[in-house]
Nanobody, 125 residues
Framework: QVQLAESGGGLVQAGGSLRLSCASSGRSFTSYNMGWFRQATGKDREFVAAATWTAGSTYYVDSVKGRFTISGDTAKNTVYLQMNSLKPEDTAVYYC??????????????????WGQGTQVTVSS
């Protein structure tokens, strides 16, 4: 089992940057597919980014490609989401998630077994 804890959210002006952290307790995050999702008020939770460490692959929703980067630090057992050139439409609660099923579609919430509590990101115009 793994427990996830996000941090790093906050209020930032459009064009600014934030780095979200997802600290993982228990097994190394490299044992899982790791994903970032977000949920804006009144909307469904949506995929943002994911990484499959064994394959060395990363995935992004089109709206964040070139602006967001997912990465991990095995020494700290932490996954990051670096967010640059933030836009007001990026405002949401951001969640990290871990999935143990190899080959699962990383863009689907159902592919993940474990979720963090979320961290609020607010981008002002």
């Amino acid at each position: 089992q793994v427990q996830l804890a996000e941090s790093g959210g906050g209020l930032v002006q459009a064009g600014g940057s934030l780095r979200l952290s997802c600290a993982s307790s228990g097994r190394s995050f490299t044992s899982y597919n790791m994903g970032w999702f977000r949920q804006a008020t009144g909307k469904d939770r949506e995929f943002v980014a994911a990484a499959t460490w064994t394959a060395g692959s990363t995935y992004y929703v089109d709206s964040v490609k070139g602006r967001f980067t997912i990465s991990g630090d095995t020494a700290k057992n932490t996954v990051y989401l670096q967010m640059n050139s933030l836009k007001p439409e990026d405002t949401a609660v951001y969640y990290c998630a871990a999935g143990s099923r190899r080959g699962a579609p990383v863009r689907e919430t159902s592919s993940y077994n474990y979720w963090g509590q979320g961290t609020q990101v607010t981008v002002s115009s």
